[in-house]
């Protein structure tokens, strides 16, 4: 799964950059909208293809963390 899901997060974070380069340059505002919808998308899909490749939970503990040491 993981071996499948690379190129593909590379791929969406190649879009990602290219959008955001794109938008530092000139554009009309039809331009601009497209380019950020298509911004969005793509992070979009980088975000849910990483969850699928990478599923780790971190759960926060409220109980004190015992060190063993000495009272």
């Not at 190649?14 to 794109?22: E, G, K, M, P």
């Not at 497209?34 to 899909?45: D, G, H, M, P």
């Amino acid at each position: 799964m993981l071996n499948e899901s690379l190129p593909q997060i590379r791929l969406h974070r190649n879009n990602i950059h290219r959008y955001r380069r794109l938008l530092k340059t000139r554009l009309t505002e039809i331009e601009r909208q497209y380019i950020e919808r298509r911004l969005a998308e793509e992070q979009s899909a980088l975000d849910s293809l990483a969850a699928a490749a990478f599923p780790v939970s971190i759960f926060a503990s409220k109980a004190p963390i015992d060190t063993g040491a000495a009272q």
